[in-house]
């Protein structure tokens, strides 16, 4: 793919800035700029079809997956409830619901598929793992051994489960104001048995405060945490402080490091009071007074993270969302191919929030004129002269 990679290149993408040299068997792919010559980029395009409504009003889409039937499934955690729709979006069946039993959930962290027809799902209250191979019926379900404190699925890397902490060890003892502690990943087989250790990385970065004899977690804002994404059994992580990712085998040896010159990620007054606005009027009317008391002092860093979530597409594509310092879908996602090239941008539809992206599609959720959550499907045009491209 390398190859083809590179072979393609030099003939339907723009000439940039772009190197690959090789570090101790570890690749280093820096982009000075996009590949992408303007106009030649992709578009995500119009909506192909709509799951959710006609009675199944979702609530809280945590995760949905298409299978490589065009099948898709969506896992809603605001009712425990997993559903099956066939390729154009009829409901096929309906699984799970709310309790502690065989099939039953507290809260579905994640959904994916397994390969073939089978799908999982998991249980973040239970660290548990359920698994259907037919909609709606349940195939086995099985616990994480051990189970990470904090565990969340990251998802299937091929023959088993990759899965990281939301919350790093030490978080709440170590100091106070923006604390960082880092947080493991961690790779279990088909089983659900711990396999191996891939490392430890700088996780979420939160506000800690002393309230009488509590320590409290606070809101701050522009605090970074720990982007990453799965994908051919490879595991990209990145920190969000400079324009880096870097990829990793699931035995923890370091594959690939990916960097590019991005925009400026000073801080700006502007920014700040924009935040503390958005920040005021989320609250309700009597809360305001006090969560304008709390931002005076609120410590700001003078840098914002250099990116927001991590995706791997058809194709290996790795796609690098945008930072957003307010409640909002990404509207701008970064592409880089298989060598760590930085092709160029596409833009989401507004609100728009990807989950899965395909050859020529995109899945993501959105929200309708009344505020109720959608998930759709979405075409995705590669302009001709784009890499990748017809």
């Not at 101790?24 to 959710?52: C, K, L, Y």
């Not at 793992?129 to 990470?148: C, F, H, K, N, W």
């Not at 307010?326 to 941008?345: H, K, N, T």
């Amino acid at each position: 793919m390398a190859a083809l990679a590179s072979a393609c290149g030099d003939q339907n993408v723009a000439r940039a800035g772009f190197e690959v040299r090789d570090s101790a068997g570890v690749s280093i792919a820096v982009s000075q700029e996009p590949a992408w010559s303007p106009g030649a980029g992709w578009i995500v395009g119009d909506r192909q079809f709509v799951v959710g409504g006609g009675g199944i009003d979702l609530f809280r889409v945590s995760a949905a997956v298409r299978l490589p039937d065009r099948r898709i499934v969506v896992a809603d955690e605001g009712t425990s409830l997993i559903h099956f729709f066939d390729p154009v979006g009829r409901l096929e069946a309906t699984g799970g619901g709310e309790g502690d039993g065989p099939g039953e959930f507290r809260i579905i962290q994640a959904i994916g598929s397994a390969g073939g027809d089978t799908v999982w799902v998991y249980d973040f209250s239970h660290r548990r793992l359920t698994t259907y191979r037919r909609p709606g019926e349940v195939d086995r379900s099985m616990s994480l051994q051990p189970a990470l404190a904090t565990a969340a699925l990251v998802g299937w890397s091929g023959d088993g489960y990759v899965a990281t902490q939301l919350w790093g060890e030490g978080s709440g003892r170590s100091s106070f104001g923006l604390v960082r502690n880092p947080v493991t990943f961690v790779n279990y087989d088909a089983q659900g048995v711990l396999r191996d250790t891939i490392g430890s990385f700088p996780g979420r970065e939160v506000l800690l405060r002393p309230e009488g004899e509590r320590v409290v977690m606070g809101v701050a804002p522009f605090t970074r945490t720990a982007s990453y994404a799965l994908g051919a059994g490879v595991l990209f992580v990145g920190d969000q402080v400079t324009h880096e990712v870097r990829s990793w085998e699931l035995d923890g040896g370091l594959v690939a490091i990916i960097r590019w010159t991005g925009g400026s990620l000073e801080v700006t007054d502007q920014d700040v009071a924009e935040w503390k606005t958005r920040q005021v009027e989320s609250a309700a009317s009597v809360d305001q007074p006090s969560v304008r008391a709390y931002l005076t002092d609120v410590p700001v860093p003078d840098r914002r993270p250099a990116y927001g979530p991590l995706l791997v597409g058809a194709g290996g594509y790795l796609w690098v969302g945008a930072y957003e310092y307010v409640s909002q879908a990404p509207s701008f996602w970064d592409v880089f191919d298989v060598r760590g090239r930085w092709l160029g941008s596409v833009e989401m539809p507004l609100g728009f929030r990807p989950l899965q992206i395909g050859e020529d599609w995109v899945l993501g959720v959105t929200r309708d004129e009344l505020d109720v959550e959608r998930v759709e499907v979405r075409t995705l045009i590669r302009a001709p002269g784009a890499f990748g491209g017809p």
